[in-house]
């Protein structure tokens, strides 16, 4: 199975603020902070169609996720080399390779990892290709350092992408994409950040955690090895992982009340925005909802006064429920400067033998807080404190 991307409108539009240097904190466990950026405004929107993310337009190599969709894209920065030279990048459980641009790109217009600069930096030279619907992302691999957390990991094998795919990338508001997969989707089966780190013992625990701040400006936070209590409420409900690739689970139900998905296979997914679905759900769902397809592509559009008297949107997994209610699912926009609300929904038909499937994005991660678990392979979930009612 492959990546794809879900690239809907360019977002140019975008609010900027300071993420704070990486820190240690008590417990043993690394704590990154992860910042949102808001994509709210929209102009000039492009007529793309939603690109499959997880397979259909790459018959090679596997793709990694394009964000943001409309509400944030969170961030974190890393470094490579000796020197330090930083990067703000996106931590993607949907993807498990690292990628930053490199000095040899000359249409990059982010940060550029200069390898003639490290005294760590090994040479290794191999071609490197990830296929996306907007185009192709290439480079060459390398071997150098990596700093996250405040963790030196040695021997990391990464990307220096000398090509990115189309406007989108070069209008993101991140420099890279670091994946936090399993390795048996590594495109050129190079090893995974995270299991370099777990390989050379520097976690007290093989896992790793996200809370995902819901407001633009707001703090959010990975930690590496462990999670953080303080971020959720009540009991972790656990669910195994069904296969080690993607983040993926199986749940009892997923959907709204009258219009529950016959799919039963969900990926967790920190690199996609929304909730995506098989489309003929989604449209069912959006149509019981009062939303109409925008002729944009791939997004629904519904009353912002709709928003509390929508029903609840829920995953049935692990013995439990969770609920998104209208209020968290639907996303207000400005499309020209004008205000509009969309749902925080896509359709998206995976084919068979990997699809259909479901993958819950940010929208609901931001609602429950989500804790990876390599050694034991299973998914934890906890509500997220303060959320929205």
């Given at each position: 199975?492959?990546?794809?991307?879900?690239?809907?409108?360019?977002?140019?539009?975008?609010?900027?603020?300071?993420?704070?240097?990486?820190?240690?904190f008590?417990?043993?466990?690394?704590?990154v902070?992860?910042?949102a950026?808001?994509?709210?405004?929209?102009?000039?929107?492009?007529?793309?169609?939603?690109?499959?993310?997880?397979?259909?337009?790459?018959?090679?190599?596997?793709?990694?996720p394009l964000?943001?969709?409309?509400?944030?894209?969170?961030?974190?920065?890393?470094?490579?080399?000796?020197?330090?030279?930083s990067f703000?990048v996106?931590?993607?459980t949907?993807?498990?390779?690292?990628?930053?641009p490199?000095?040899?790109?000359?249409?990059?217009n982010?940060?550029?990892?200069?390898?003639?600069?490290?005294?760590?930096?090994?040479?290794?030279?191999?071609?490197?290709?990830?296929?996306?619907?907007?185009g192709?992302?290439?480079g060459f691999?390398?071997?150098?350092?990596l700093?996250?957390g405040?963790?030196?990991?040695?021997d990391?094998q990464?990307?220096?992408a000398?090509?990115?795919?189309g406007?989108t990338?070069?209008?993101?508001?991140?420099d890279?994409?670091?994946?936090?997969?399993?390795?048996?989707?590594?495109?050129?089966?190079?090893?995974?950040?995270?299991?370099?780190?777990?390989?050379?013992?520097?976690?007290?625990q093989?896992?790793?955690?996200?809370?995902?701040p819901?407001?633009?400006?707001?703090?959010?936070?990975?930690?590496?090895?462990?999670?953080?209590?303080?971020?959720?409420?009540?009991?972790?409900t656990?669910?195994?992982v069904s296969?080690?690739t993607y983040?993926?689970?199986?749940?009892?139900?997923?959907?709204?009340?009258?219009?529950?998905?016959?799919?039963?296979t969900?990926?967790?997914?920190?690199?996609?925005?929304?909730?995506?679905?098989?489309?003929?759900?989604?449209?069912?769902?959006?149509?019981?909802?009062g939303?109409?397809?925008?002729?944009?592509?791939?997004?629904?559009v519904?009353?912002?006064?709709?928003?509390?008297?929508?029903?609840?949107?829920?995953?049935?997994?692990g013995?439990r429920?969770?609920v998104?209610?209208?209020?968290?699912?639907?996303?207000k926009?400005?499309?020209?400067?004008?205000?509009?609300?969309?749902?925080?929904?896509?359709?998206?038909?995976?084919?068979?033998?990997?699809g259909p499937?479901?993958?819950?994005?940010?929208t609901?991660?931001?609602?429950?807080?989500?804790?990876f678990?390599?050694?034991?392979?299973?998914?934890?979930?906890a509500?997220?404190r303060?959320?929205?009612?």
């Amino acid at each position: 199975m492959r990546k794809i991307t879900v690239a809907i409108l360019v977002l140019v539009l975008a609010v900027n603020a300071q993420i704070d240097i990486l820190s240690l904190f008590g417990n043993n466990t690394i704590r990154v902070p992860l910042l949102a950026r808001n994509q709210r405004a929209i102009s000039n929107p492009a007529p793309y169609h939603p690109y499959l993310k997880y397979g259909v337009h790459a018959p090679n190599p596997a793709s990694v996720p394009l964000h943001d969709f409309m509400n944030a894209q969170y961030f974190g920065v890393i470094s490579l080399g000796s020197p330090a030279q930083s990067f703000e990048v996106i931590f993607d459980t949907g993807s498990s390779n690292l990628w930053v641009p490199s000095t040899y790109c000359q249409d990059c217009n982010h940060a550029k990892y200069d390898h003639s600069k490290s005294t760590t930096y090994q040479k290794n030279g191999s071609e490197f290709a990830i296929r996306y619907g907007s185009g192709s992302l290439s480079g060459f691999v390398s071997t150098d350092v990596l700093t996250w957390g405040g963790l030196k990991v040695k021997d990391v094998q990464f990307a220096e992408a000398t090509e990115e795919p189309g406007e989108t990338f070069r209008r993101g508001k991140f420099d890279g994409i670091l994946g936090m997969a399993f390795r048996s989707i590594s495109v050129d089966d190079l090893d995974p950040p995270f299991q370099r780190t777990m390989e050379q013992g520097l976690l007290p625990q093989n896992m790793f955690s996200f809370y995902l701040p819901s407001r633009t400006g707001s703090s959010g936070e990975l930690v590496l090895g462990g999670y953080d209590k303080s971020h959720f409420t009540g009991d972790i409900t656990w669910v195994p992982v069904s296969s080690e690739t993607y983040w993926e689970v199986k749940v009892d139900s997923i959907g709204i009340e009258g219009r529950k998905s016959a799919c039963n296979t969900v990926i967790i997914d920190t690199g996609t925005s929304l909730i995506a679905g098989p489309k003929d759900e989604i449209d069912q769902m959006a149509n019981k909802m009062g939303a109409f397809a925008s002729p944009l592509g791939g997004i629904y559009v519904i009353s912002c006064g709709q928003a509390k008297s929508l029903p609840d949107f829920t995953i049935d997994m692990g013995g439990r429920k969770f609920v998104l209610s209208g209020p968290q699912y639907v996303m207000k926009v400005k499309v020209f400067g004008f205000p509009v609300c969309i749902l925080g929904m896509v359709g998206l038909d995976i084919p068979a033998p990997r699809g259909p499937l479901w993958i819950l994005g940010d929208t609901f991660i931001r609602e429950y807080y989500s804790i990876f678990d390599v050694e034991k392979e299973r998914v934890g979930f906890a509500d997220v404190r303060h959320k929205l009612r």
